[in-house]
């Protein structure tokens, strides 16, 4: 069976970029605005807020992991700190080997691993949205454990290390995600894979994308009335049912011209267009640029 969460994360080519220890004591804030930058971290011990520009302030504990796919502004801070638009410099120090903020002695009231890490895909901000925009995992050590092998295995230089650990974020990314399925999750994949009904719909569409689906189609798969089908699925993932097939067609189409192991016939065939010439239309109209241009580019890249 087609498993759309595991397509769009390989799709998505994690890849490392770089990780560290971070703790705090006493009250400090840090801001960051690494916009795009998938931004991950795990509690090791103690606690610490988080503020997602957008999302409500969450307070982390011990063991807790947060995955932002695509980090916009956010804010960490201890859990007394008032609301800050900055950081006071001269409250940031290296100690063994960790980044400390706030009191700069004794021990910390938290300690946590941060990382970001990059993706490989061009079409990554295609992607991305169909992920949730804040993915908040507790009591669940087997991530923090996927962090802590994706740390060592960045920080030698063994052999095929670069594939090591793009299997082992792809694990990580899919393990976040769907410990977060259901209702708790913010609108995207994970949470319409999280209803049974809605995710017979998902599956059914990456299974037959070529197929030509109506709404009425899908609505009829998940055992719904077409209107409860189309307000659900807007509601838990984020877009339109033909919305999201579009985007999810558009990723393969991309994929596929990148790749260049098939002519631009094929490709549109590949993804559920008639003929190229609808297909042109229709890639044209969603990237901005025609199928043949995109792959030269890609190329010349």
């Known amino acids: 069976m087609t498993d759309p969460l595991t397509e769009v994360v390989t799709l998505l080519q994690p890849g490392a970029q770089f990780s560290k220890i ?26 610490c807020r988080l503020e997602v520009d957008g999302q409500e302030p969450i307070t982390l504990q011990t063991e807790d ?3 932002i796919p695509s980090a916009r502004g956010f804010t960490m801070s201890s859990l007394d700190a008032p ?5 006071d410099s001269s409250t940031v120090s290296f100690l063994n080997g960790e980044t400390r903020h ?9 300690r946590l691993l941060v990382g970001y890490c990059v993706f490989g895909s061009p079409d990554a901000a295609l992607l991305v949205t169909l992920l949730p925009e804040l993915v908040h995992v507790r009591g669940e050590s087997r991530l923090a454990a996927l962090v802590q092998l994706v740390v060592d295995e960045s920080r030698e230089q063994r052999p095929a290390r670069d594939v090591i ?10 393990e976040a995600l769907r410990s977060t399925a259901g209702t708790a999750a913010s609108p995207g994949l ?10 017979i719909a998902l599956r059914k569409m990456h299974e037959s994308p070529t197929r030509a689906w109506t ?17 659900r699925f807007s509601h838990a993932v984020g877009v339109a049912p033909m919305q999201y097939l579009l985007a999810w067609r558009m990723a393969m189409a991309k994929n596929l011209l990148r790749r260049k192991e098939v002519g631009i016939a094929e490709v549109a065939q590949r993804v559920g267009y008639s003929s190229a010439s609808t297909f042109n239309v229709a890639f044209t109209r ?8 995109y792959a030269r580019e890609q190329v010349q890249a």
């Open 215 to 231: 709404v009425a189609q899908l609505a009829k798969e998940a055992a719904l009335s077409r209107s409860t089908f189309f307000e």
């Open 65 to 67: 992991f947060v995955l």
């Open 102 to 110: 706030g009191i700069q002695s004794g021990p910390p009231d938290v």
């Open 190 to 199: 994970v949470r319409g894979l999280g209803d049974a009904r809605l995710a």
């Open 165 to 174: 650990l793009a299997r082992l974020l792809e694990v990580l990314f899919i």
């Open 22 to 47: 971070v703790s705090g004591a006493g009250s400090w804030t840090v801001r960051r605005l690494e916009a795009g930058q998938p931004f991950y971290c795990v509690i090791l011990e103690g606690a």
């Open 83 to 87: 609301t800050s638009d900055g950081i």
């Open 286 to 293: 969603y990237a901005g640029l025609p199928p043949g241009r």
